[in-house]
């Protein structure tokens, strides 16, 4: 690990994004709650957070955090189709949030998979991305947006 004993406790965000497309039929399968495993943005939203609690478990060098806010949010995108997932993280602490946030959207996106693969197996995650960070020494990150 990286030694930040001699940093200073700072408060860090991040936030992270990504995007899971499948067919508008399992989409509206997905928004009816008509799945056997049951509510899959509730399932989804909780294991992100879990997740990320757990990442330095999960990531090799990674500092424990702890961590004071950790958020998903799960919206439906009929143009994907499919689901779009928003992570965040904060800590008041001597390291950034960015695995944190990163780590909850992957596992929200991936228990979104797992939960409707008996309806689609072909559904697609991807844009898994750091869209900003605020805090620490490197200051505040944005992600800029694409043109078009």
């Given amino acids: ?7 200073p406790d700072t408060v860090r965000t991040a936030r992270a994004e990504g995007s899971i497309s499948m ?4 989409l ?6 008509k799945l056997k495993k049951g509510d899959v943005v509730a399932a989804a939203r909780i294991a992100g957070i ?3 609690k757990r990442t330095p478990e999960l990531i090799p060098l990674c500092h424990p955090l702890s961590l004071h806010d950790i958020g998903v949010d799960i919206e439906e995108d009929r143009s994907l189709p499919g689901l779009r997932v928003t992570a965040w993280a904060s800590v008041y602490g001597k390291t950034g949030a ?3 946030a990163l780590t909850a959207a992957s596992i929200a996106l991936l228990t979104i998979y797992d939960m409707a693969k008996s309806v689609e197996k ?11 960070k605020t805090g620490g020494k490197g200051g505040d990150w944005k992600r800029a947006e694409s043109p078009g």
């Fill in 23 to 26: 067919s508008l039929e399992t």
């Fill in 122 to 132: 072909g559904m697609e995650i991807s844009g898994v991305r750091l869209v900003e």
């Fill in 1 to 7: 690990m990286v030694d930040v004993g001699g940093k």
């Fill in 28 to 33: 509206d399968v997905i928004a009816r709650g």
């Fill in 50 to 52: 879990m997740a990320a």
């Fill in 98 to 100: 960015e695995m944190e």
